[in-house]
Structures are given as C-alpha cells and as structure tokens.
C-alpha cells in the first residue's frame, strides 16, 4: 500500500479488465428487476426510465450506460467498467459497487446514499450534486473530474483521494474520514470543505485556503 511522507496511505485501486465477454445487445426489456448480467459486452445500456431495483453487474464492460431517472435501488457492480455513464439523475441509494471503474459521462444529481464502494474510479467525470449521505467509501479515486456539490454527510471515508480534480463545495455532518488526499485537486474555486475535515492538503493549498478555513471556523480577519 503506498503511503506518502506524511502517513497518509493512497487508495489501493486495482486494474479492471473483464476477459472472454460475450457481446450482447440488449433490447427493451431485456433487463428486468433483480436481473443478474455477467460476463457480456454490452455497447448500449439504455435503461432511461425504467425501475430496476438490485439490479447486477459482474465482469461486465458498458460502452455507454443510459440511466437517467432509472429506479437502481440496490444496484450491484463488481469487477465491471462503464466507459460512459449518461444520467442527468442517476438513482442508486443503497447500491454496491466494488471494483469498478467509470471513464466518463454528466451526471446532474448521484443519488448514492447509503452506498458502499469499494476499490471505485471515477475518470473525467463532470458530477453535479453527488448525495453520498450514509455511505462508506474505501479506496476510492475521483480522477480529472469536476465536482460540484459533494453531500458526505454521516459518511464514512478511507483511503479516498482526488488528484486533478475541481471541487466547489463539500458539506455534512458527521462524516469520519480517514487518508483522504487532497494534494492534487484544484481547490482555487471551493467555496465549502466542513465536510472534509481531517483531509490533507498541501502547503500551497493551505496558504490559498486560509481565509476560507478561518471563515468556516468562525474567525474574522482584519
């Protein structure tokens, strides 16, 4: 496990590559509640709409996941990669994913809470509001994305960097966090960190976050 000169341990992201696929071209209504898909190699997942509660995916390669509005309560991945997630509301409260990496994609609003990710790559996404409320975060890397609004409260975060990565506002109460990486995000427009706290930053950031840092803890500087 890599660990840095100040102790704080880097996420242990493991390589992706689901072998022997079999290509599936899934039509409406091919995937139905509580279905389990493993193994395929799917272009096009458009599920736009539809209610799919505990819904699986194992070693499985999405070219383009359409799930906007979809009901994905439960949601399961494990060891799968989503090359492009297209979901301006994407609903998966109380979901698992565990290994698995998404490459891109908009998503206005992530419902993920009360989630559990495990050993999960976000890649030059653009995230809106992403409501991580409840949930347990471990080895999870957000890489080149913009992040809106990060709601973690009552979360609990280990081993969770963000290199290269914008954030505007992270808020919540009650969140735990443990070897979280700030050091490679941009961090010159946020306007909110409370629920970060216990991060670590770099000097330089320090110095361009001391009046925000102040403010949020009550000081007033004259």
């Known amino acids: 496990m890599a660990r840095s000169s100040t102790g704080t341990a880097a996420p242990r992201i493991s390589a992706i590559a689901p072998g022997d696929l079999?290509?599936?071209?899934?039509a409406p209504g091919d995937v139905l509640t509580g279905d389990r898909v493993e193994g395929k190699r799917i272009d096009v997942l458009d599920v736009a709409g539809e209610r799919l509660p505990d819904l699986e995916l194992e070693e499985c390669v999405v070219d383009t996941l359409r799930a906007d509005g979809t009901d994905?309560?439960?949601?399961?991945v494990r060891d799968s990669v989503v090359e492009r997630l297209d979901a301006p509301v994407f609903r998966a409260s109380s979901s698992a994913l565990r290994e698995v990496r998404i490459a891109g994609g908009r998503v206005?609003?992530?419902?993920?809470?009360?989630?559990?990710?495990?050993?999960?790559?976000?890649?030059?996404?653009k995230l809106g509001?992403?409501?991580?409320?409840?949930?347990?975060?471990?080895?999870?890397?957000?890489r080149d994305c913009v992040v809106d609004e990060l709601d973690v409260a009552d979360a609990r975060l280990l081993r969770v960097s963000?290199?290269?990565?914008?954030?505007?506002?992270?808020?919540?109460?009650?969140?735990?966090?443990?070897?979280?990486?700030?050091?490679?995000?941009?961090?010159?427009?946020?306007?909110?960190?409370?629920?970060?706290?216990g991060a670590t930053i770099g000097s330089d950031q320090l110095f361009a976050l001391a009046p925000l840092l102040a403010a949020q803890a009550g000081y007033r500087v004259d």
């Not at 079999?22 to 899934?26: Q, R, S, T």
């Not at 206005?108 to 996404?125: I, P």
């Not at 954030?167 to 409370?194: C, K, P």
């Open 22 to 26: 079999e290509d599936w071209a899934p």
């Open 72 to 76: 994905l309560r439960g949601l399961r």
């Open 108 to 125: 206005g609003s992530a419902e993920l809470y009360d989630a559990t990710l495990n050993g999960v790559e976000f890649v030059g996404m």
């Open 129 to 142: 509001f992403v409501n991580l409320r409840g949930s347990t975060l471990t080895d999870v890397v957000f």
């Open 162 to 197: 963000f290199p290269g990565t914008r954030i505007r506002s992270v808020e919540g109460t009650n969140s735990r966090v443990e070897h979280v990486d700030l050091r490679e995000a941009d961090l010159d427009r946020v306007e909110r960190l409370e629920g970060l706290r």
